[in-house]
């Protein structure tokens, strides 16, 4: 069996099924206490739903020096991984760095996917000005290089953390989806989460969720920081945060312009949406914000994988808005324009450890 990177074989005898219900029903199980997470370690990988029934221990520990004769297929420097184990009765535990399944799905995206390899110069600036009517490229970042590696492909671990501070509170379905992940694997990470104390499950208005603790917050900021310096990144997010701040304003302000229509005796009356040039204004300053949005996504993307699909998302939920469905640009729990923007612009801070 090879889940999250590692294969491991156990016996029959020693095998439960995996199953777990729903987010919203109470679960039968135990919670898991944060010593039996800790037996096996977090970053060991071991298969899922079945840590606690397992008879060996594993501990990894990881640097970031090239490994040598083993180096990845994508293209990036390895990782020298060393193992020490406990064995007991006959159970036999092997661990291997590769790829896993969950990393190789595709991050969710809209539209059709790029499969044409990044440009290696770039020569189109991103403005930080006003809006141009017309546009003949896509923009891209000034002096940032593009990279000729595939983009690296965040560890699901990192994923599943990271998915719950971006959705802010999302149940199981929810954070698998944000980069479509296995349900399965995303429901026992954060049971292992849960133990460790990164993340809580809260019950609000009639609807619930699992959302992150301030330790889950250090400990995603940890990782990003880890990942960041591994890839050298960091030059390439910062760029990205450059040319993405001037342009929130702008959408900060097309959507308060979609919410209200100020009349002569009410500044903050309601938009009915029947002054057409009124909501066309509107429309024509998101279109132009999705297209710098291709900009920015495309030099991100090309080196981090994780900050795929924002831009094919903002241009659906642009779409529907198009086709007659208004709530599509500001409303709450659906990938409307106004959440896929804010959800940016949290990866960003996060990626940098930024406040607001």
Known sequence: MSIGGFSRTV???VRTPIGRPSAYAPRASPKRSAAQVRDVGVHAHLPFGRRRN?????RLTASNEPSGSQPRPDGWLGTRMTSTARPRESVDGTCSRYKSETQLRPFRQRGPS????PSSSVAT?????????????????????????PPFPSSPELLVLHAVRLLGMGDDDEVAGRFDL????????????????????VEFAGTGGWTLTSAGRTEGERRLAEELAATDSRPVVEAGYRAFLPRNEQLLRAATDWQLRPSRTDPLAANDHTDGVWDRRVLDGLTGLSEDLRGICRTLSARLGRFQGY???????LDRVHRGD??????????SCHTVWMQLHEDLLATLALER
């Open 114 to 117: 790029k499969k044409e390899p």
């Open 11 to 13: 016996p029959s005898s």
């Open 182 to 201: 296995n349900r399965g694997v995303v429901s026992e990470l954060l049971l292992d989460f849960e133990a460790m104390g990164w993340v809580t499950r």
């Open 311 to 317: 831009d094919q998302r903002f241009s659906a939920a």
């Open 125 to 149: 600036s991103l403005t930080s000005g006003s809006l141009s009517a017309s546009r003949s490229a896509v923009p891209t970042l000034a002096g940032v290089e593009m990279s000729r590696k």
């Open 326 to 335: 208004l709530g599509w640009v500001n409303r709450p729990k659906v990938d």
């Open 54 to 58: 397992t008879v060996q221990s594993c």
